[in-house]
């Protein structure tokens, strides 16, 4: 049997993919996509309230000529549960949510409420500092307190970040000092084993003038110490041993030799070579 979800396809040998006719389509053509409602909202047509989340077959296209910072701006078309009348909205990345734009109303918006919240005690500040001039005077005292304030930290700040960069830039300098040093040290203890080490094999070779022959020159060997060690010497006991117990072992086989060839009778006469 078959397999249901077939994932590789099967191409003949004679496939060219270049010759499959490219699709010609709008530019700012519609996607049908599956969103859920953003926020809550109300249709304007029939009433009906729509609540967030409810699972919509929207369309999808790319506002033309909108756009926040180089950031698309998208919008969506769905139709109303009740009376299929069409709504869209679209995204508001400047609030980072979504915007009612036609067909139905948000039922509320949280910017707009912040909005309105802070021009409520604007006016309110304002009526207040015309009916009193000394509450006039306090806030003006409490405003520049407050830049004072604001002023100093920033300061504070500013001091501190030099500071730091200060003793960074401090310790970066103290650590490539210790570096150059060490360096310095090693170069040294470098330069000193090369000379030790030029000094001696000056000492073992050296160059002389050849006898009779002009601009010639003879590399003799020098010994290290004056007495050279044999090469017995240089061996280990246990191989010294072996060496003079083959040696005594050749000299007894080879007299025994001779000593078979006497007992036989037998005369070994050399022939001596004929001038």
Not at 170 to 190: N, T
Not at 222 to 238: I, N, Y
Not at 239 to 256: G, H, N, P, V
Request: aromatic share 6%.
């Amino acid at each position: 049997m078959s397999e249901r979800k077939v994932l590789n396809k099967y191409f003949p040998p004679d496939f060219d993919p270049d010759l499959i006719p490219r699709r010609k389509g709008p530019k700012n053509s519609q996607q049908v996509v599956r969103l859920m409602a953003p926020f809550s909202m109300r249709c304007n047509t029939c009433g009906e309230y729509i609540y967030k989340g409810k699972k919509f077959n929207a369309r999808k296209e790319t506002v033309d000529g909108e756009d926040y910072y180089g950031i698309k701006i998208f919008r969506f078309y769905i139709k109303c549960t009740l009376c299929s009348a069409e709504i869209t909205f679209k995204t508001d990345p400047k609030n980072t949510d979504y915007a009612a734009e036609h067909g139905a109303s948000r039922n509320f918006e949280p910017w707009r409420e912040e909005g309105a919240v802070e021009e409520e005690d604007r006016l309110a500040k304002l009526e207040e500092e015309e009916n009193n001039p000394m509450k006039a005077l306090e806030n003006r005292t409490v405003d520049s307190k407050r830049e004072m304030d604001i002023l100093d930290a920033l300061q504070d700040i500013r001091a501190r970040n030099a500071r730091n960069e200060r003793v960074g830039n401090s310790a970066d300098l103290l650590a490539q000092l210790d570096m150059e040093e060490i360096e310095h040290a090693e170069d040294a203890e470098r330069k000193r084993l090369e000379e030790e080490d030029e000094k001696i094999v000056r000492e073992i070779f050296s160059k002389l003038p050849a006898d009779g022959e002009a601009g010639r020159t003879i590399t003799v060997k020098r010994k290290a110490e004056d007495v050279e060690p044999t090469v017995e010497s240089l061996l280990p006991e246990s191989a010294r041993a072996l060496i003079s117990e083959k040696s005594t072992a050749i000299q007894a086989l080879k007299k025994k030799k001779a000593n078979g060839k006497n007992s036989l009778g037998i005369k070994v006469i050399k022939r001596s070579k004929a001038a």
